[in-house]
C-alpha cells in the first residue's frame, strides 16, 4: 500500500477472529475459529506474534466419535485453518523457538506404546525420532532453545540437544505421569507429575540444576497438571490439590488467605510474580497481583486447560468444546524509535521502526521520531497505532516521519498518523 498523503489514517477492517462472549469483570472473548469443534478439547498454545499462533488438542471426523485424531489449528492473521498433523490421535502440548523450528506432542494414532513428537519446519509437519515412554502419550514440551528441549511422559523425561533425543531421566516407579516441564534457563528445569497408591493419587516435583534430576516436593491431594514461574525462585504448580508456590527455599500450598483456589486448577502462566492467570473447572479464570487472587468472569463454562500469552494485555486460555479465549485490558504498550536509539531516554527504544513493530503487541502504540527512515515496514499485528512526527523528547508532535512503503498484512485495525510514503 503507497500513498503521498502528507499525513494520513489506516483502518483496516477485516472478518472478526474473535467475537463476543458474556463477560462481567474483565475483558475475556472467545475466539471464532470459523467452524465448530463440538467435543474436541484445545490442549495448549504457542505463539510468535498476534498474527502467527498454533494450537493443539483433539477432533473427530464428522459422525465418527471413536476415532479422534490430532488436531492442530493455525491463525495466520486472517483466520484459524487445520494443518495436517502426522499420525496423532491426541495432541496435548506445543512449543518452538521460531516459526521453523516447532515441537508438538501427543499420543500416536494406532495407539501403539511410546507416544509422538512432531517438528515443524516452517513448510510441513513430520515425526521425529525419540526413546519410548512407557505409554502412548507426550504430556508436555519446554525448552529454552532449539537444542535444549525436554518432554514429559509416563515414566521419563527426555532431552533433545538439536540432533538427537535421550532420556535425561527415568523413573523407577513405572506409573509415574509426568504431566507438565518448565524451566527458566538451561541449569534449572522444573518437571511434576503424580502417581497412584491404592486408590490416591499423590503429586511430585523434580527439580534439573544442570548435572542432574533431584525430588523437591512430594504429597498428597491429587494430580499435578500445570507448571509455570517467573523465575527459579517464585514458580507455580497447579492441579487436583490447587494451587502450589515455590519461593526458592520450600513448596508450599497457597491457602485460603490469599483468596487461592483449592482445588481443580489445571492452567497457570503469567508475565512477573504480581501478574499470574489460572484457570480450570467450569470456565474459571483467576488473577493473583503479588499479595492475592481475585476471580476472572471469563464468560466460559467449559474446562480450561492451558493458558498462554504473549504479555500482559494479550492472554489466551484454551479448554474443551474448541474453546480458545482471548483476553486484553484494552490498555496501550507504547514503544518509541529514534535513529539514534536514544528516545528521549524512553524505554522501550528501537532505533529502526521494523524492530518497534516487530516487539509490539495488541494494543501497541509506535512513537516515531520526525526523521525520513529509508525502510520498508510491514505491520502484520492487530490493533496497533503507528505515529509519526515526535520530537526528540516525545512530548510533542511537530512534524512528519517519512518511510519508503508501508504493508498492512493483518486482520482487525491498524492506525498509522503523521506518516509519509515515499
Not at 346 to 359: A, E, L, M, V
Request: proline share 2%; glycine share 12%.
Amino acid at each position: 500500500m503507497k500513498t503521498s498523503a502528507k499525513v494520513f489514517t489506516i483502518l483496516v477492517l477485516a472478518s472478526c477472529w474473535i467475537c463476543s462472549a458474556a463477560v462481567a469483570d474483565a475483558n475475556w472473548t472467545r475466539i471464532n475459529l470459523g467452524k465448530t469443534y463440538n467435543k474436541a478439547p484445545i490442549y495448549d498454545f504457542w505463539a510468535t506474534s498476534g498474527s502467527n499462533l498454533f494450537a493443539v488438542g483433539m477432533n473427530f471426523q464428522e459422525g465418527d466419535w471413536e476415532n479422534p485424531y490430532g488436531l492442530i489449528l493455525r491463525y495466520d492473521g486472517t483466520g484459524w485453518k487445520e494443518m495436517e498433523s502426522v499420525n496423532t490421535r491426541w495432541l496435548f502440548c506445543v512449543w518452538g523457538s521460531s516459526l521453523s523450528n516447532i515441537l508438538a506432542g501427543g499420543e500416536e494414532m494406532n495407539g501403539t506404546l511410546g507416544g509422538v513428537i512432531l517438528h515443524y519446519d516452517g513448510v510441513k509437519w513430520s515425526e521425529m525420532t525419540h526413546p519410548s515412554f512407557s505409554a502412548n502419550a507426550v504430556e508436555d514440551i519446554w525448552g529454552s532453545s532449539s537444542s535444549d528441549v525436554y518432554a514429559v511422559g509416563l515414566g521419563r523425561i527426555l532431552h533433545y540437544d538439536g540432533t538427537n533425543w535421550t532420556t535425561s531421566y527415568q523413573s523407577k516407579d513405572p506409573f509415574f505421569l509426568f504431566t507438565s516441564v518448565w524451566g527458566d534457563s538451561p541449569s534449572s528445569v522444573f518437571a511434576g507429575g503424580f502417581y497412584s497408591e491404592g486408590t490416591d493419587e499423590n503429586y511430585v516435583i523434580l527439580h534439573y540444576d544442570g548435572s542432574g534430576w533431584t525430588e523437591m516436593a512430594r504429597g498428597t491431594g491429587g494430580r499435578l497438571i500445570n507448571l509455570w514461574g517467573s523465575s527459579g525462585s517464585d514458580v507455580f504448580a497447579v492441579g487436583y490439590p490447587g494451587i502450589l508456590h515455590y519461593d526458592g527455599t520450600a513448596w508450599t500450598k497457597m491457602n485460603g488467605s490469599s483468596n487461592a483456589p483449592q482445588e481443580y486448577v489445571y492452567a497457570i502462566w503469567g508475565t512477573s510474580s504480581s501478574n499470574v492467570f489460572a484457570g480450570g473447572m467450569n470456565g474459571a479464570i483467576h488473577r493473583y497481583d503479588g499479595s492475592s487472587w481475585t476471580d476472572m468472569q471469563s464468560g466460559n463454562t467449559q474446562a480450561l486447560w492451558n493458558i498462554w500469552g504473549l504479555s500482559a494485555n494479550d492472554v489466551y486460555a484454551a479448554g474443551n468444546d474448541g474453546t480458545i479465549l482471548h483476553y486484553t485490558d484494552g490498555t496501550e504498550t507504547v514503544i518509541y524509535v529514534e535513529s539514534n536509539g536514544e528516545c528521549g531516554g524512553k524505554n522501550p527504544c528501537f532505533s529502526t521502526i521494523q524492530d518497534g513493530i516487530d516487539s509490539a503487541d495488541t494494543y501497541s502504540v509506535i512513537k516515531i521520531s520526525e526523521e525520513t527512515y529509508d525502510e520498508d515496514i510491514t505491520v502484520d499485528q492487530v490493533n496497533v497505532t503507528i505515529q509519526g512526527g515526535w520530537n526528540s523528547t516525545f512530548t510533542s508532535r511537530t512534524s512528519t516521519t517519512t518511510v519508503r512503503s508501508l504493508t498492512v498484512g493483518s486482520s482487525g485495525a491498524v492506525i498509522a498518523e503523521y506518516l509519509v510514503i515515499q
